[in-house]
């Protein structure tokens, strides 16, 4: 049965899901890729040996379920936000789950839903949105200023006037790059707080990149806070799917709730856990790419383009009178970067130092383009 005339409109799709368009980036077959976010390198040979023994005993007992609730699993992501995150974190604070988005979903499933409302500040990481309208709950779209921090006054004002059930706050902001202060989502909690309690989510995809500390410390005397985190970027395992967070242990148990059963599989258990074992190898790619990105930003200033201060493992960049047709020339040279939608920037990932000397060399030729000259550079920090 196909019948070609039936779209989505015919369907009796949900009144708030009518309109949307799906999440996704453009797919294309260039020869630089620069436009997900993801880890340009590949995972070491030593731990694809690991992923290969472990997965290779876990599939002596795949006719039986996994470890429904990911003890080993969780107790090493413990061990690892301990060491790098400043704070102790027992195996009761935290949760896992098929990549971050299904963490921010379980968090909606259990705090949000019909009737209640999530904000966010935008631009910021559209999932946030698009998952909210999916388990049914109100999205509110908050400020950010001209320079894409949150503007405190103007955040509360919104918070106490829509009353939120779930508030996010993005650090490495994405799209943007840009970290929010501790003391701003302070701020933003206390905010919350106030209004009526709520769930604070600081969304720390990219936090191994920031020049900053995570804020895993804020957890401490906080039940309503929770920290998630990917293991996609700074792991280099976007194909992996393994998200978490950290919180108390009554949003532990309350996430529970919502969670399909078994839903890790014992093989994302085991890639995960062996990935683990090698987070200290992992880091130090991720120091490289640190010092790309750190370069990306500096040579496209020396352009004379308008760089936000980065945090994560990518740049946006700017401003152009149609950042649609700037993308098209990029990618007319062979580089594809996101064009995410915030009027007159662009964003790039970093990547290789040869991938990112291919997209250097691609945008000082634009510089020279009418509607590709940059504006006048803003004095930023990185």
Known sequence: ???????????????????????????????????????????????????????????????????????????????????????????????????????????????????????????????????????????????????FTVDVPAAAKVIAEHRPDVVFVTTPNNPTGNAVPAETVLALYEAAQAAKPSILVVDEAYVEFSHGDSLLPLLEGRPNLVVSRTMSKAFGAAGLRLGYLAAHPAVVDAVQLVRLPYHLSAITQATALAALEHADTLLKYVEQLKRERDRLVTELRDLGYDVTASDANFVQFGTFADAHVVWQKILDRGVLVRDNGVPGRLRVTAGTPAENDAFLDAVRELVSYVGATPTPPKEQST
């Open 1 to 147: 049965m196909n019948d070609t005339n039936v779209t989505i409109d015919d369907l009796p799709v949900r009144d708030e899901l009518r309109g949307k368009s799906p999440y996704g980036a453009p797919q294309l077959d260039v020869p630089v890729r620069l436009n997900t976010n993801e880890n340009p390198y590949p995972l070491p040979e030593p731990l694809v040996e690991r992923i290969t023994e472990r997965v290779r005993e876990a599939a002596r007992h795949l006719n039986r379920y996994p470890d429904r609730d990911a003890v080993e699993l969780r107790t090493r992501l413990a061990e690892y936000l301990t060491k790098t995150g400043s704070h102790p974190v027992g195996v009761h604070n935290v949760w896992a789950a098929n990549g971050s988005n299904e963490v921010i979903q379980q968090l909606l499933q259990t705090f949000g839903g019909p009737g209640r409302r999530a904000i966010g500040f935008e631009p910021s990481y559209s999932m946030h949105g698009l998952i909210a309208r999916g388990t049914g709950t109100e999205w509110i779209s908050g400020p950010r200023g001209d320079d």
